[in-house]
Nanobody
Framework: QPQLVESGGGSVQTGGSLRLSCKAS????????MGWFRRGPGNEREGVAV????????TYGDSVKGRFTISRDNSANMVYLQMNSLKPEDAAVYYC???????????????????WGQGTQVTVSS
């Protein structure tokens, strides 16, 4: 049974940084693209980033390009999201997901993902 557990959320000031982690288990981690999505106060789900199975390709949402970096460690079944230059509009619950469709690297859509974690809260104060 696939399981994803996020951690690393917290409260930071504008301009600060956080590193989110996601521990995966129950599936062949190295075979799947992995991604991060978020759901903010408006309750809309937004694609943040996705990384290819081997970590040699990634795609980012327009609002986080140049500030966030997704990475993975296949030896540890971990995926990370380094978030720099945080803004108040980045405040959200961040979710880790396992991609089940190859198109997610070209089109960052939640429809291509399954097996979400429970989420980790990020708060950014101005």
């Amino acid at each position: 049974q696939p399981q994803l557990v996020e951690s690393g959320g917290g409260s930071v000031q504008t301009g600060g940084s956080l590193r989110l982690s996601c521990k995966a288990s129950g599936f062949r981690f190295y075979s799947y693209s992995m991604g991060w999505f978020r759901r903010g106060p408006g309750n809309e789900r937004e694609g943040v980033a996705v990384i290819s199975p081997r970590g040699d390709g990634s795609t980012y949402g327009d609002s986080v390009k140049g500030r966030f970096t997704i990475s993975r460690d296949n030896s540890a079944n971990m995926v990370y999201l380094q978030m720099n230059s945080l803004k108040p509009e980045d405040a959200a619950v961040y979710y880790c997901g396992r991609a089940t469709r190859a198109y997610v690297l070209q089109h960052l859509s939640a429809d291509g993902f399954a097996d979400w974690g429970q989420g980790t809260q990020v708060t950014v104060s101005s």
